[in-house]
């Protein structure tokens, strides 16, 4: 005997009859069909991201304080042009002196960048240069430590 496709069947127990619901008023899954009474839950689908009426976390979020990256480092920045206008040939600028002067308010780490000219032979110690800066610091006789 060959086998056909109407000889084949499921396994015992592995096929379930689907629950037809809302088939009355009488009976287990009837009327409500199971979705209780009223509400959003009872009326088709309701988003994932719904907070009951709530403002949802996702527009409330700008409003709350301290958005910062705790592991992006901020820097403090300054030009050269400034450093040219501030320090006297052959001074060493580093954080305590720019702080001193009141260039640089926060405490947080300096960086020289490299807009303006600079003529003075200045010694900088300070967190990060940019290569620009660099150059035109080594070039007008200082040095970068």
Known sequence: MTIKLHHLKPASGSHKERKRVARGDRGRGGK?????TKGTG????????FEGGQVPLVRRQPKLPGFNNPKKVY????N?????????DGDTVSVETLNAKGMVKKKRP???LGDGELTKALTVEVDAVTATAR???TAAGG???
């Not at 009872?42 to 991201?49: D, M």
């Not at 820097?75 to 300054?78: G, K, N």
Request: aromatic share 6%; hydrophobic share 45%.
């Open 32 to 36: 409500t069909a199971g979705r209780g």
């Open 42 to 49: 009872a009326r088709g689908t309701v988003p994932e991201n």
């Open 75 to 78: 820097f403090a920045v300054i």
């Open 80 to 88: 050269v042009g400034r450093l040219e206008e501030a320090f006297e």
């Open 110 to 112: 300096v960086k020289v």
């Open 135 to 137: 150059e035109k610091i």
């Open 143 to 145: 040095s970068v430590a």
